[in-house]
């Protein structure tokens, strides 16, 4: 049995579980949509590699913050992705976040797979997070006008 069926019948387990408002299948690119109250998870099945690739878009930055939260991705991505298979990547110049994992899909059951997606948002959570709290450059004006005090 090929990877797109094995990851079919989990999906089928595995969607109720995670309270999925939508599942779409796209059975000639391999690919499943799950539509979720925070977050829609893009599945996408690498079948001559045993891979599973998981994506999910994140916030975008406000233009202020784009450089700080820029960098704290890259720093977050060489982190992480030795250790948990996790990638932040841009999705286009200056634009959104997108959260990446891969997994191996080599002994994949309906727990590992509703952990790896229920671990998979919780840290989409908690970059989303990261994004938007991400300070921007602080300029305070005082009172004469034309004079900027930058933070030290």
Do not use: C
Not at 11 to 33: D, H, R
Not at 54 to 80: F, H, K, M, V
Request: hydrophobic share 40%; glycine share 6%; charged share 25%.
């Amino acid at each position: 049995m090929g990877n797109f069926k094995i990851i079919h019948d989990l999906m089928v387990e595995v969607g109720p579980l995670l309270e999925a408002l939508e599942i779409s299948e796209y059975a000639e690119a391999k690919t499943w949509t799950v539509l979720l109250e925070d977050f829609l998870i893009i599945l996408e099945s690498d079948e001559d590699n045993n891979i599973l690739h998981i994506s999910t878009i994140l916030g975008s930055p406000a233009p202020e913050a784009r450089r700080d939260t820029y960098l704290n991705a890259l720093r977050y991505s060489g982190e992480q992705q030795a250790e948990n298979n996790y990638r932040v990547g841009l999705v286009e110049k200056d634009g959104d976040l997108a959260l990446i994992k891969t997994e191996y899909t080599n002994n994949l059951d309906r727990n590992k797979l509703y952990t790896t997606l229920k671990d998979f948002l919780s840290e989409a959570g908690k970059l989303n997070l990261m994004i938007e709290s991400t300070p921007g450059p602080q300029i305070s004006l005082t009172e004469n006008t034309g004079e900027i005090i930058l933070p030290a």
